[in-house]
């Protein structure tokens, strides 16, 4: 068996070596932020745009990261080469750092953990091609969505409950307005024009998110970021959502209720195809 490497704290270290102090407040208290960077081809898929989140988040935490960029940008690419990793990901994570248990921020001295490690993660090409379930749900998470924090205690309970009735994701909404899904973000396709929440604190604004917007506007296909209601999901269209590792995913049913011809639609369609085209691009893979 390999020996798979970790990144904990300033050291690459055996996985089974890699252990977490009980008082790290990520441990404890979720205090901490994370990300989750594609590889295809044992080449990243949009890393600037994940560092750059990485650090968004940790200032609006007020967590300072200890690394510099370039440093974090070599641990990604060291963990890569050491695990061999060809198609995975790369999941790093920033906790506020050790201190003895308390609410309040420890004093500044005390560094942020940094850990990071790779996971072999194959594309979900079947269920890309014909598509997945979902449910809906009330959304009750916290109000600053817009965080990449580690405590996903909502999202947890979405995707539990949509695992155990048989659904890929559980679409959360707000009372009438829909804002995505537990690890995904949501879109509809209505009157052809493809619409999906706006990037405000009650959602995550996803790096997919951004490429699909991307490729849509490059391509002449309407897209427009406005809210929307259960009501308008479930006379869609088309439903897709989209995140790093399910990249643009069709929605066929929701709940009981079959969306277009229950099967994936042409736009949805369409933008997996460029998608794919974007990944072949950036990470010369080749790609069916
Ligand atoms: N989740 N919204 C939520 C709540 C998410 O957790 C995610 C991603 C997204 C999509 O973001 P991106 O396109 O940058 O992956 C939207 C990751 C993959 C996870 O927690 O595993």
Redesign the pocket.
């Known amino acids: 068996m390999c020996v798979e490497t970790v990144f904990l704290n300033g050291e690459y270290v055996k996985r089974s070596d890699a252990k977490v102090d009980i008082e790290d407040r990520g441990y404890q208290f979720g205090d901490g932020i994370y990300e989750?960077i594609r590889v295809y081809n044992g080449e990243v898929f949009t890393m600037d745009e994940h560092m750059e989140r990485l650090y968004q988040s940790a200032e609006k935490m007020k967590i300072t990261i200890p690394y510099e960029l370039k440093e974090i940008s070599s641990i990604v690419f060291k963990l890569m080469k050491d695990n061999h990793l060809k198609d995975g990901i790369v999941y790093m994570q920033v906790s506020r750092g050790i201190s003895q248990r308390q609410h309040h921020f420890p004093a500044e001295e005390v560094p942020a953990s940094l850990v990071a490690y790779t996971k072999e993660v194959p594309r979900p090409e079947k269920q890309m091609k014909e598509g997945v379930t979902a449910m809906l749900c009330e959304d009750i998470r916290w109000l600053r969505?817009d965080i990449k924090s580690l405590n996903l205690l909502g999202?947890l309970l979405a995707k539990e409950e949509a695992a155990s009735r048989g659904h890929f994701e559980a679409i959360q909404h707000r009372g009438e307005t829909v804002t995505?899904?537990?690890?995904?973000?949501a879109f509809i396709v209505k009157d052809g024009t493809i619409l999906t929440h706006p990037a405000t604190n009650l959602?995550?604004n996803?790096?997919?998110?951004r490429v699909i917007k991307e490729l849509a506007d490059q391509n002449g296909m309407p897209f427009v970021e406005k809210t929307f209601t259960v009501d308008e999901l479930l006379s869609a269209e088309e439903i897709f959502i989209?995140?790093?590792?399910s990249e643009v995913m069709p929605v066929v049913k929701v709940d009981d209720v079959t969306i277009g011809q229950g099967v994936p639609g042409p736009i949805t369609s369409k933008l997996q195809a460029l998608f794919t085209g974007r990944i072949k691009e950036d990470c010369k893979v080749q790609v069916v």
């Open positions: 989750v969505c999202n995505e899904g537990s690890s995904s973000n959602i995550l996803g790096i997919t998110r989209a995140s790093t590792t």
